[in-house]
């Protein structure tokens, strides 16, 4: 595809492999005055937006071009299996403590059978009747939509046929009139390295259909909240107290059922929530590589207990974008309108143009094979290894286990390094980088590229956290997409999409800290400002006690974390 966009032309959208998709996003992308994509027999080859359910094959990220994207980064769905997801967080629990503590215990099958079943036999011999009759929850690590998920108290009652986990079932969880529910958020990542992060304000809650009870633990309309299974439940039509019919609210309901029970504190938990999404994504931000025009679209599900403490059940790499009833439509239609407003795609019917920048030249993004979660036949692009007659798929190693010291200055080997590299890069001609002394009054986009010499490579100095000056020109390429948007320079809010990461960002090409310790670390600094923040508004009782106290609230943020102008508070509408 051509590196330039003409506005004149069609915009034109690919949904999968066959064409089809949600219809929720098909009307969307008809309102934007989008084309469908006719090349599925063969006949067309151009498309702008590529939207696929499952994660794409390691080469179609090397023939993106400036005016394509597409709906899943290389490597991105990590965190969306189940197995993959404890694993990490495991991982950062042991290095980071008690900040990571928002997953519930979980062991992996059948590789820690035994020490589930050890841990079975420690809570039967503990004098606490209450631990000896602990509920547990066994969910197949590569199912959705609530199949194969059951309960149970004794390790006899436990089938087990694949791969799965089992994990402490949150048997106190906050309920609305008797009813269980969990929170649907939805959040968009256009990068990982550097890693910048939108929530979306507004959000589902899905309720159970069943009044919740321990005293019966294998009737899934009383424990599971996915939506896709309570809607075969018997009385998903009835109208139910509070609830009314159907299974599903808007967070602004659920906001205006907590703030009268619970008043300063529930807004402290729409902060703890921000944290909890932004723990997540930087368990896995360092082992995903840098890609250009790519951005991940998660469906993150957080379950509340009754002491107001999120917890993070799953992570889905495609959410549902169906509309089954009111409040799917009242929350994906403005969603969906304003994410592809936030990536910076047209809206052809209005006449309004797109900033367009210079043509850039692409950068292969390097990855090894899919993991969306979602098995499919191995392609012949897929990196594999071959040892003897055995064909062997890489796994990516943990990097966070591997090594968490910041890079150092002046190493011989980073020297060295750089500069293969940089004769590398020169040689094969793919790298252009704007001179410095124009970079402080001019955008990446409109700066006139400048050939990089040997030694103006060797001579840069490490910045911004980045242990090469290759590396860092590789992520600034990545934060600059086709279209114009530079995500080094985010903006704080699009719509109801707000900025959860980084908290703010600098007016110049400066990257932000890629770092996963003062990440961690900026992240404890905001949770202990808010929760000072909510101390001390819950000693004003003459306070108020609806969207102004927001309002306050954030001010008094701002001023303990001493931000900016372009720090964003997350919270739902009120």
């Known amino acids: 595809m051509e590196g330039c966009y003409n506005d004149d032309e069609p915009f034109i959208y690919r949904l999968n492999d066959n064409g089809s998709g949600p219809s929720l996003l098909v009307k969307i992308c008809a309102e934007r005055g989008w ?66 503590d928002f997953s519930p215990p979980c ?19 503990s004098e606490d009747e209450t631990a000896s009759n602990v509920v547990w929850i066994h969910k197949p690590v590569a199912q959705s939509q609530g199949r194969g998920i059951f309960l149970f108290r004794s390790i006899c009652e436990m089938r087990c046929g694949s791969s799965a986990v089992v ?53 899934p309309y009383r424990h599971l909240t996915n939506s896709s299974l309570n809607k075969s439940g018997p009385r998903y039509a009835e109208c139910k107290d509070r609830i009314g019919s159907g299974c599903k609210w808007t967070l602004k309901q659920v906001r205006r059922a907590l703030i009268g029970r619970w008043g300063a504190a529930e807004w402290l938990v729409w902060q ?36 107001l403490k999120p917890w993070l059940i799953e992570v889905n790499l495609s959410p549902a974008l169906g509309a089954d009833c009111e409040a799917d439509v009242t929350v994906k239609q403005p969603m969906l309108h304003e994410l592809f407003d936030l990536l910076g795609l047209p809206m052809k019917h209005t006449g309004l143009s797109l900033l367009q920048g210079q043509n850039h030249v692409n950068i292969h993004s390097y990855c090894s094979e899919d993991e969306g979660g979602i098995s499919r036949p191995a392609t012949a692009s897929s990196a594999t290894v071959r040892r003897g ?60 590229s400048v050939a990089i010499t040997s030694s103006d490579s060797v001579d840069e100095s490490w910045k911004g956290g980045y242990a090469t000056a290759a590396s860092r020109r590789r992520m600034l390429s990545a934060c600059s997409w086709g279209n114009g948007v530079q995500w080094h320079r985010a903006t704080g809010r699009m719509g109801q999409w707000v900025r ?53 609230f954030e001010v008094a943020l701002r001023k303990k974390l001493e931000y900016r ?5 997350w919270l739902p509408p009120f």
Not at 58 to 82: E, V
Not at 108 to 117: F, G, Q
Request: proline share 6%; aromatic share 10%; charged share 25%.
């Open 35 to 100: 084309r469908m994509y006719q090349g599925y027999s063969g006949n067309e080859d151009r498309w702008n937006l590529w939207w696929r359910t499952s994660a794409f094959p390691s080469a179609c990220y090397k023939t993106l071009g400036d005016w394509q994207f597409m709906n899943h980064i290389p490597k991105g769905g990590s965190i969306c299996r189940k197995d993959g997801l404890s694993r990490l967080l495991r991982c950062m629990r042991r290095i980071y403590g008690s900040i990571y």
């Open 107 to 125: 062991y992996h099958l059948p590789l820690e059978y035994a020490k589930l079943v050890s841990e079975f036999s420690r809570l039967r011999r």
């Open 167 to 219: 994990q402490r079932y949150i048997e106190r969880p906050l309920l609305i009139a008797g009813y269980k529910f969990d929170l649907r958020l939805y959040v968009c990542v256009p990068g990982y390295r550097p890693l910048t992060a939108y929530m979306y304000a507004e959000g589902l809650a899905r309720f159970g259909t069943d009044k919740y009870t321990l005293t019966d633990i294998h009737n």
């Open 272 to 307: 703890r929530i921000r944290a909890l999404v932004t723990l997540t994504l930087l368990a896995q931000a360092a082992g995903t590589p840098p890609a250009r025009n790519c951005f991940e679209f998660y469906g993150f599900d957080v379950l509340l207990d009754d002491s």
């Open 389 to 448: 007659t055995r064909w062997r798929r890489r796994r990516p190693m943990p990097i966070h286990c591997v090594t968490l010291p910041p890079s150092t200055v002046g190493c011989d080997s980073e020297k060295a390094t750089d500069t293969s590299e940089t004769t590398k890069e020169l040689n094969i001609g793919q790298l252009s980088m704007s001179s410095p002394e124009s970079s402080d009054n001019s955008d990446v986009q409109s700066t006139p």
């Open 500 to 552: 959860i990461y980084p908290h703010t960002v600098s007016g110049d090409d400066q990257l932000p800290m890629e770092d996963a310790r003062e990440s961690v670390a900026q992240v404890s600094k905001f949770l202990r400002a808010a929760r000072e923040v909510v101390r001390e508004g819950a000693r004003d009782t003459r306070g108020p006690r609806d969207a102004a106290r927001d309002a306050a």
């Open 565 to 569: 102008n372009n720090f964003e508070v």
